[in-house]
């Protein structure tokens, strides 16, 4: 693979049920991202690594977790899906310091 | 809320115009960068101005920083069919667990051929 990876690409999924979207980079980039994007408000960040094993809170980090147990991976884990997570989510990596960030093809989720 | 404002939202020129979208954001950052989205694709890197740079330009771009106005804009000259887009601009924020960044929501551009 060359650059960031997302799966699934799409995903139908009834509420309350548990979902997690995988991103991968083979870039060695020390940060990862997750937005999500919903028409009219462009993206929005829901949680962040700067490195392996940090973690951080974005703007709207409720209903999502994430792990970055290593430099390549950082799934992002819906615990009990609601309607409202109906969006398209994208993740991102940057080698740190405020470089640009290079995004994934996103994972367009419908919740039911 | 969110740091980065562009303005306008949307946007429609002739091709062979320029076209010219601002941003505003609300506190102090490092930097600045700007960003494109073709639609239903991911967003694409066009340039970083950094807080103690006023100007940078990259071929047919052309970014302004005012951190007295706390604003932004970029220019595209000679705009083409292809550079039909949204624009967003994203700018960084630090807190107690690092660097992150916030994006505004966006300009569309439309060029008409």
């Known amino acids: 693979i060359a650059g960031i990876t997302q799966a699934p690409t799409s995903q139908i999924l009834a509420a309350g049920r548990r979902m997690t979207l995988r991103c991968t980079q083979d870039m060695r980039h020390n940060a990862m991202y997750w937005y999500r994007q919903d028409l009219g408000l462009g993206l929005r960040l829901i949680h962040y690594?700067?490195?392996?094993?940090?973690?951080g809170k974005g703007e709207v980090p409720d209903g999502y977790s994430v792990s970055r147990a290593n430099t390549d991976d950082f799934p992002l884990t819906l615990a009990s899906a609601v309607p409202s997570q109906t969006s398209v989510y994208f993740c991102a990596s940057s080698d740190g310091s405020g470089n640009e960030q290079f995004f994934g093809p996103g994972t367009r989720l419908t919740v039911l | 809320s969110q740091q980065g404002e562009e303005d306008p939202q949307a946007l429609s020129i002739q091709e062979g115009e320029n076209a010219t979208m601002n941003c505003s954001y609300k506190?102090?950052?490092?930097?600045l960068q700007w960003y494109r989205q073709n639609s239903g694709r991911g967003l694409v890197h066009l340039i970083l101005?950094?807080?103690?740079?006023r100007e940078k330009h990259s071929g047919r771009l052309r970014v302004t920083l005012d951190t007295s106005k706390k604003s932004s804009s970029l220019l595209i000259t000679a705009s083409r069919a292809a550079d039909t887009a949204s624009y967003f601009c994203a700018t960084d924020a630090w807190d107690n667990y690092g660097q992150n960044f916030v994006f505004g929501p966006g300009t569309r551009l439309s060029v008409l051929p």
């Open positions: 506190t102090s950052i490092n930097n």
């Open positions: 101005i950094r807080s103690n740079e």
């Open positions: 690594s700067n490195t392996a094993g940090t973690t």
